[in-house]
């Protein structure tokens, strides 16, 4: 949709409550796959699911692939409106400050000898 690689792109994208601004929308994102016993165990719903999220519409039917569409539009104009309203500054603000403090954590000071 959004071509994000994991959670913390949503983060980094929308702030940290990026669930919370998304909530309704991924609740319509159509998620078709059932999967019997015994096929986690093979790794075959793992391959099921990585091709459903590379490409869904394939598995998709027609009243389906809308709902499908209608997210992805949903998402995209929700993006917009979070990526330009007044407080996206102040979000990448904090999440670029919480960043310095994860880095600042995992480097060592000189004058600390642990």
């Given at each position: 949709m959004l071509h994000f690689e994991n959670y913390g792109d949503f983060a980094d994208y929308f702030g940290p409550r990026w669930h919370y601004y998304l909530r309704?929308?991924?609740?319509?994102?159509?998620?078709?796959?059932?999967?019997?016993?015994?096929?986690f165990e093979r790794g075959v719903a793992a391959k099921l699911l990585n091709d459903f999220a590379e490409d869904p519409f394939p598995?998709?039917?027609?009243?389906i692939k809308k709902k499908m569409t209608t997210a992805h539009s949903d998402l995209l104009r929700k993006?917009?409106?979070?990526?330009?309203?007044?407080?996206?500054?102040?979000?990448?603000?904090?999440t670029q400050a919480a960043e310095a403090d994860l880095q600042n954590d995992?480097?060592?000071?000189?004058?600390?000898?642990f």
């Open positions: 309704d929308i991924i609740a319509t994102i159509p998620v078709p796959l059932v999967f019997s016993k015994g096929q598995y998709l039917d027609e009243k993006f917009t409106e979070l990526a330009f309203d007044v407080g996206a500054e102040v979000r990448w603000q904090e995992l480097v060592e000071t000189p004058n600390e000898p």
